[in-house]
């Protein structure tokens, strides 16, 4: 028995030094991550670490990185992007080369990829969203959230969206983070935004807007919300706007929370003072506000309704009843009982959604993720995955940070055991690029980029002002 195991050690060492031996292990390995995000550039940062001998390129399919920490973030959050910081450390080594312009699945093939690196990292994103599938849904002015913030925040293919808020009420659909983000956007004061990178055009379309009403509406109830407390502590602080939030709807929920895990004990004590235990001066402040946010829960929409004229009127909501024994878990389940609610503006902010880039990658279109193994792509040896391409779309920066440094070290240990065939063929996946007309922007390239956005913000007070045209874009990335 033990002279069996210990021949079979020995064949898979063997088995290891052969696969060495054929691909070259003299070789040092490259590895190629797809997408420059947080999930991309904390992936980048392990790999580099862990190995001295790594080289790593980032693709990006935008003339410019940082994914959704330039294009998701809210502009009046500017203190999220200083992970920027650390990024661009990343990409400044020698051993790192950032390689933007290129569209994975489109210019260049996850299998001509795989001949000429390594391993490949997918950390594409989630680039869609979740659609309700309910009549009207495709109206004028029903917005998904995803491509309101791409409008704010400059992403070059929702510069133009189609977006009217000349009408007083807009609905948000959804109970999350990027709800109250869309929300407050549209609430906060034209002057505080005017002081934020969000693009000139938004900001010009905000200051003619008549919103003065945003009501967020959930399917579940008060102990389910998907926001976190920071977020809506800074709702209930935003100036000239005051919270509506119905008493019966929290009720009881002071006991409650007393037993409730920590952050959602403080999430629930938060909404429970607001609604019910003001202070005077939050109550007198809120007096005089013209403007408020509404939170509505327990209503699935139905059906988006339109005028005779296809005009968007407002939304036909199910009222639902919550069922489960445990609190914060329970479901919605609809009754018969309808409730008509007036707007002229419908946000959808149900959740983003990934999608398959590539035909070889394997792909779970229902939940709407890379099908893995926390972390490595099911039955493709050399292929990861990171971040919301492959855990969904859910979680902040941190939690992506921890997922790409977890995927890097999943990545450096098979390289580490011989598992993988040492390819070092990056200088021809480049080749390949220019032969097909592929314009590429280098980190440098972006640095430029970067000097005309800061340096054009500086003239309108801002932070930066975003270059939203991508031709504009590359031409001054490549003058
Ligand atoms: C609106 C919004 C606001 C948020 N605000 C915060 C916040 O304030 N604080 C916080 O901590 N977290 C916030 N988050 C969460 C945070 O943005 C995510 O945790 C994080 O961005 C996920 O990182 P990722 O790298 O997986 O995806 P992404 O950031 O989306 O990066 C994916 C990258 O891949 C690129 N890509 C896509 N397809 C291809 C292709 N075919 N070829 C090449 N490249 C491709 C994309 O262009 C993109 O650059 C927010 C999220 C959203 C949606
Ligand atoms: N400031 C920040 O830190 C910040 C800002 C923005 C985003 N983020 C993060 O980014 C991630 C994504 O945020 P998100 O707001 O897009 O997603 P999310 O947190 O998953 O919230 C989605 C919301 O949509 C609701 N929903 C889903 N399907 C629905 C349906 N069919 N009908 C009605 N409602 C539906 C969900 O309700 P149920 O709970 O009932 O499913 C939930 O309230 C989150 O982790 C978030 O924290 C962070």
Redesign the pocket.
């Known amino acids: 028995m033990l002279y069996q195991r210990l021949c079979l050690r020995h064949l898979k060492h063997v088995l290891k030094i052969a696969i060495r031996h054929h691909s070259g292990s003299g070789g040092k390995p490259q590895v190629c991550v797809i997408g420059s995000g947080p999930a991309g550039f904390y992936t980048a940062q392990q790999l580099l670490k862990g190995n001295p001998d790594i080289h790593v390129d980032i693709y990006e399919k935008l003339p410019v990185p940082f994914g959704?920490v330039r294009y998701?973030?809210?502009p009046d959050?500017p203190e999220?992007k200083n992970v920027i910081n650390t990024f661009t450390q990343t990409a400044n080594k020698d051993r790192c080369s950032f390689i933007g312009n290129v569209t994975i699945g489109k210019d260049i093939s996850v299998a001509e990829l795989q001949k000429f690196y390594t391993a490949i990292v997918l950390s594409y994103g989630a680039e869609d969203?979740?659609k309700?599938?309910i009549p009207g849904e495709d109206l004028p002015n029903v917005i998904s959230?995803?491509n309101f913030v791409g409008w704010y925040n400059g992403l070059p293919e929702d510069r133009n969206l189609a977006v009217d808020l000349d009408t007083d009420t807009a609905i948000v659909?959804?109970?999350?983070?990027?709800?109250?983000?869309v929300a407050r956007i549209l609430l906060t004061p034209v002057d505080i935004l005017a002081k934020t990178d969000i693009t000139e055009y938004s900001l010009e379309k905000l200051r003619q807007s008549r919103i003065e009403r945003v009501i967020l509406?959930?399917?579940?109830g008060p102990l389910?919300?998907?926001?976190?407390i920071?977020?809506l502590r800074e709702m209930v602080k935003l100036p000239g706007t005051r919270p509506v939030l119905h008493t019966n709807d929290y009720l009881g929920l002071d006991d409650i929370a007393k037993d409730l895990p920590r952050p959602r004990k403080r999430l629930t004590e938060l909404l429970y003072k607001t609604a019910l235990t003001p202070t005077s001066t939050d109550q007198k402040i809120w007096a005089s506000a013209t403007k408020e946010w509404e939170l509505r829960f327990r209503l699935?929409?139905l059906e988006i309704l339109s005028s005779n004229s296809s005009k968007l009127s407002g939304v036909r909501f199910g009222v639902n009843r919550l069922e489960g024994s445990e609190l914060t878990t329970q479901?919605?389940v609809l009754t018969e009982k309808t409730e008509d609610i007036p707007c002229g503006l419908v946000l959808r902010?149900?959740?983003?959604r990934s999608w398959q880039i590539d035909p070889d990658i394997p792909f779970d279109e229902r939940q709407g993720v890379i099908r893995n193994n926390k972390g490595r792509v099911d039955g493709k040896t050399g292929l990861y995955c990171s971040g919301?391409a492959g855990r969904g779309?859910?979680?902040?920066?941190l939690?992506t940070m921890t997922d790409g440094f977890e995927v890097g070290k999943l990545v450096l240990k098979d390289i580490e055991d011989g598992m993988l065939q040492v390819n070092t063929g990056r200088d021809n996946a480049l080749q390949l690029l220019q032969d097909r007309g592929v314009s590429v922007v280098s980190f440098k390239d972006w640095e430029k980029i970067d000097c005309v956005e800061t340096a054009d913000g500086e003239k309108n007070g801002k932070p930066r002002e975003k270059i939203v045209e991508t031709d504009r874009l590359i031409n001054i990335a490549k003058t």
């Open positions: 959704l998701g973030v809210a959050h999220v969203d979740r309700l599938g959230a995803r659909l959804g109970h999350g983070n990027v709800a109250l983000d509406v959930g399917r579940r389910q919300v998907a926001f976190t920071k977020e699935s929409p479901k919605a902010s149900i959740g983003y919301w779309p859910v979680g902040v920066i939690g």
